[in-house]
Structures are given as structure tokens and as C-alpha cells.
């Protein structure tokens, strides 16, 4: 019985220490990912900005069409 105890106890260690370096791996891949994620933001913005730029154009004063005089200058 004995024996059972200590396998198991060696197993459990075994497991922890796997996931110590799955956690940091997994830890490793996150901050590549929120480094990746805040330049995504910045070009998003960006995108975002300009297309607002293009789909509000600004206003142009209109011309009136045809000759137009001032007559009481002069």
C-alpha cells in the first residue's frame, strides 16, 4: 500500500510541475497576444478616424449658378 501512496504522491508532483510549465507558456502566449491586441487597437482607431473623415466630408459653400454682380459696389 505503501508503495500506491508514494507513486501517486510522485505522479501529483509530476502533474504540478507540467502545468508550472503550461502556465508559463500559457502566461508567455498572453502577453503576445495583448501586445498584439493594443497595436490592433491603435490601427482600428485609426481606421475608424479616417473613415469617419471620408464619410463626413466637409461642408462646401455653394456657388449660385450663372454671372453674379455686385451691383451697389462702385
Known sequence: MGVFVVRAFIQLRELLSANKV?????GQLKARIEKKLAT????????????????????????????TADLGAG
Do not use: N, Q, W, Y
Not at 22 to 26: F, M
Open 22 to 26: 503550461l502556465a508559463r507558456h500559457i
Open 40 to 67: 490592433h487597437d491603435e490601427a482600428i482607431t485609426t481606421l475608424f478616424s479616417v473613415i469617419r473623415k471620408l464619410v463626413d466630408p466637409p461642408m462646401r459653400k455653394h456657388r449660385g449658378i450663372g454671372f
